[in-house]
C-alpha cells in the first residue's frame, strides 16, 4: 500500500467513528445533535481524521483493516500520548 492509501484508509476509519456516533444519535433522538450544527465541530473532527490518517502512515500499516483500526482508535491514542507526555513533565524527568 502506498502512503496516500495508508493516508486514506486511516481517515475513513476515524470518520467512519462520526458516521455511526451520529447515526446512532439521529435515530434514537431523532433529530440531529447540536455539535452537528457548529462549525468548530467539524473543523475539529477534520483534524482529527488527518491525524488518523498521518498516524497510519507513521505506523507503515499496509493492511487497510489496521488502518482502519489506526483510524478509529485514534482519539484514544493522542489521549494516551498526551497523559504520557505530561506525567513526564510533571515528574521533571
Known amino acids: 500500500m502506498t502512503p496516500p492509501h495508508r493516508f486514506l484508509w486511516g481517515f475513513f476509519g476515524s470518520a467512519a467513528v462520526e458516521v455511526i456516533t451520529l447515526h446512532q444519535a439521529y435515530t434514537s433522538r431523532g433529530r440531529t445533535p ?5 462549525i468548530g465541530f467539524w473543523v475539529v473532527r477534520l483534524l482529527l481524521s ?3 490518517g498521518g498516524l497510519s502512515v507513521a505506523y507503515n500499516i499496509d493492511n487497510p483493516i489496521l488502518a482502519i483500526n489506526i ?3 485514534t482519539p484514544l491514542i493522542v489521549q494516551t500520548l498526551a497523559r504520557g507526555y505530561s506525567d513526564h513533565n510533571i515528574d521533571g524527568q
Not at 34 to 38: A, G, H, Q
Open 34 to 38: 447540536e455539535r452537528y450544527k457548529r
Open 50 to 52: 488527518m491525524i488518523a
Open 71 to 73: 483510524g478509529a482508535s
